[in-house]
């Protein structure tokens, strides 16, 4: 399986949080554009750039939640949301309404 980013994506964010590049993690984060790389750099970026990750996340976990096909899926989504608001409180609404979007809601009434 091929993984999520590439070596290099995943080496140079060590090597930028190590050295507390933030400004130069925050743009390799948002060229890759993919939760799981947005989340790995959560804790790192979110308190310092709350706006720029907010918008990351809100086509991110839309995208993850349309994709999503089983409880397991949508707790851990669910979970993600909860840890994107507990850090950037300001977004709560924006997440919210990600949840509340007509789509989302549709493939959530499937698991009932």
């Not at 918008?55 to 989504?77: C, H, M, W």
């Not at 609404?93 to 979007?101: E, G, I």
Request: charge should be negative.
């Amino acid at each position: 399986m091929k993984p999520e980013h590439p070596p290099l994506l995943r080496d140079l964010a060590a090597i930028f949080i190590l050295e507390q590049y933030w400004e130069r993690l925050l743009p390799l984060v948002q060229q890759e554009n993919k939760l799981g790389t947005t989340l790995e750099c959560h804790d790192q970026l979110a308190k310092r750039f709350p706006q720029e990750m907010l918008d990351l996340y809100l086509p991110q976990l839309e995208a993850y939640g349309l994709a999503t096909s089983n409880r397991s899926e949508y707790t851990d989504l669910v979970r993600t949301m909860k840890q994107v608001i507990k850090t950037i409180p300001e977004g709560r609404d924006d997440v919210l309404a990600v949840a509340r979007r007509p789509a989302m809601l549709e493939e959530l009434g499937k698991l009932v």
